[in-house]
């Protein structure tokens, strides 16, 4: 009798790529005050500007990340140089404004004061650190559907850049305002559950809520899902999504597999929400 024996898989751990062969450049936001970059320079790229300005050029120039502030008129407001090394391949950039669209370039700078770009990022907008000028209350007598809250999740606008996200989130924010859907003193407890009004008499009121956003980038023609649902990735590789954000623990499994499918990579995320 003839047995066929399946070979085993590779258990051992593998290596990531040092690089992908690609002069590229991503840029993604953090918080109000810093921002993350990552690049790639290949060595043809590196050839190509030692064949055009002398090979000396890359001991003789400064390796810089130039940061544009791209909110001013005609999308330009004044950059600032930040001291990197080509070989580091990301960095982290702290900035002094928030709420404002970023862009970041490197290139060498020559003792001349003249910049050689080599590569550029995506226009990232940071979040405001401010809090907003809108301050009126409006309290609408509705009766509370918290099954509402996941509607406005977010799951509908996956793949939408940062300045919908933050039109996004604040809509949602006015919404929240009439529906009291985390107001523990009343007895709620879970999304699913249902309460009614404060009594009579009781005119102050208070109503929280939070979400999750995840964001990240890959190869602009990746297949990427995110906890099973396919994500709509931008033109430049990016991509985010907001959550609803429950209490206990959130999974959101990232998987992401080249164009030609034969490369993949996954990351495991998990959040704990727990409301006092």
């Known amino acids: 009798m003839l047995v066929e024996t399946a070979e085993r898989p590779d258990s051992g ?6 690089g992908y062969g690609k002069t590229m450049a991503a840029l993604l936001p953090r918080d109000p005050d810093w921002m993350f970059v990552y690049w790639e320079i290949t060595d043809a790229t590196m050839a190509a500007i030692a064949g055009e300005r002398g090979s000396g050029v890359f001991t003789e120039a400064r390796q810089v990340l ?30 002094l404004n928030g709420g404002r669209a970023y862009r970041c370039e490197l290139g060498l700078v020559t003792p001349a004061g003249e910049f050689i770009g080599i590569v550029a990022s995506n226009t990232a907008v940071l979040p405001s650190a401010r809090v907003s000028d809108l301050t009126d ?8 559907d918290f099954e509402k809250l996941l509607e406005l999740s977010g799951v509908e606008y996956i793949g939408k850049g940062s300045g919908e996200v933050a039109k996004s989130l604040a809509q949602r924010w006015e919404m929240l305002l009439s529906v009291f859907s985390r107001a523990a003193s009343w007895g709620v407890s879970s999304l699913s559950s249902r309460a009614g009004l404060p009594p009579a008499g009781k005119s102050f009121r208070l109503a929280a809520d939070c979400e999750l956003v995840l964001y990240g980038a890959t190869e602009p023609d990746a297949f990427v899902t995110v906890a099973g649902r396919r994500v709509k990735l931008n033109p430049d590789g990016t991509f ?26 996954k990351i495991e995320l998990s959040v704990t929400r727990r409301t006092a």
């Open 13 to 18: 751990r593998k290596e990531l790529p040092r």
């Open 240 to 265: 985010s999504m907001r959550f609803a954000l429950p209490d206990g623990v959130t999974d959101l499994p990232i998987n992401a597999m080249s164009a030609d499918e034969k490369e993949a990579r």
């Open 137 to 144: 209350e409006r309290w609408l007598q509705v009766s509370p």
């Open 66 to 95: 130039r940061v544009h502030d791209m909110s001013g008129p005609g999308g330009g407001a004044g950059y600032f140089d930040v001291p990197v090394r080509f070989e580091a391949g990301s960095w982290y950039v702290h900035v």
